[in-house]
């Protein structure tokens, strides 16, 4: 399958679990969880994002990922939810967040604009809107990769060297701690939802 | 404090898992489960949803629900992660949607309005779309509760018995899989969010 053809959007995902911070702020690598596998995979597929790489640079949580995508795209979990393996066909666990841009690169024929997220906007540099961003994928004139963080978030180092830092998910209650698999689901629906 | 002062969304939030449907179409009772308790109430606290009833006639799961609250609300999580806590005081597991109605008509003085969700529209029913519903939550006339299932989703007797269903949430793509965790994230960013 071409990549570039076709209409549907031009956007990647990417969960990092290095480089992020911990609570306290340090840059730490969280474990892979099976779940955050399971449910962005889900709202990945149903908005219609080609890859969805889940970034480790921990070689044995490879082997955990492809164990659970063995088990839905080939063996006993494929027959009895084939949904599920629809799903689960568009993950790939990289070792780095430059391996999953590599592959990006090799299917568009151009390297992905990179549009991090965070709970919080930063001090001294400029955030893009949603719907800014809604826009740049409506256009199919470049391929975009979403990137979201484990943990307390993406490191600073990976925010500021990126594209584009989008807007928080500002609910206007001032709490915004949402889970990394329910600020997926928000932000794809708000960049591809109808 | 008074549930009807302020100015917060008059919002509640249901999680049925029983009556809900199983793969075969069958009305089953599923398990609670840990992460729908964390991430749903995070998404809910986000967004300002006044109380989110975990629906089971299982009393042995009551007391699952009560162990992670006790945690998360009076031991050591709440020192360690007091914005848990702040999300998890929303959290109330109840017997039966009938339990969660009272409870919403005793706080509001009104029995709330109940609008139930699908991934698929109903035949021979309307659906109301998702900004009307928004309308509705932003004139405060009346308090409303958003009622998600588990499993393979809301038995047809209670989702034929409510006020209102909602639209499902169509992305364009035709595939409709998102998990109940992120199906609940964006009806609330839809209803409430900014």
């Known amino acids: 399958m071409s990549s570039s ?4 959007p031009r956007l990647y995902l990417a969960l990092v679990h290095y480089p992020v911070k911990d609570r ?3 840059t730490v690598t969280t474990s892979v969880t099976n ?3 399971h449910d962005i995979a889900r709202s990945a597929r149903t908005f219609g994002v080609r890859r969805y790489y889940v970034v480790t640079p921990i070689e044995l949580q ?3 990922v492809r164990r659970i995508l063995d088990h839905w795209t080939t063996g ?4 009895r939810m084939p949904e599920r393996w629809e799903a689960l066909s568009v993950v790939d666990p990289v070792v780095s967040l430059e391996d999953a841009i590599a592959d990006v690169t090799q299917r568009e024929g151009e390297r ?3 549009l991090v997220t965070a709970a919080r906007a930063p001090e001294g540099r400029p955030v893009r809107t949603v719907a800014e961003a809604r826009g740049w994928l409506a256009e199919r004139a470049h391929p975009y990769m979403l990137i979201l963080g484990t943990g307390h978030g993406l490191a600073e180092s990976l925010l500021a060297s990126a594209d584009h830092q989008l807007e928080p998910l500002d609910s206007g209650t001032g709490y915004n ?3 990394v698999r329910a600020a997926a689901a928000i932000y794809l629906d708000r960049l591809l939802g109808r």
Chains 1, 2 share one sequence.
């Open 5 to 8: 053809s076709g209409s549907d």
């Open 24 to 26: 306290a702020g340090a």
């Open 35 to 37: 779940l955050d596998v």
């Open 62 to 64: 490879h082997t955990l």
């Open 76 to 79: 006993s979990g494929r027959k």
């Open 112 to 114: 992905p604009r990179l």
């Open 177 to 179: 701690h949402l889970s």
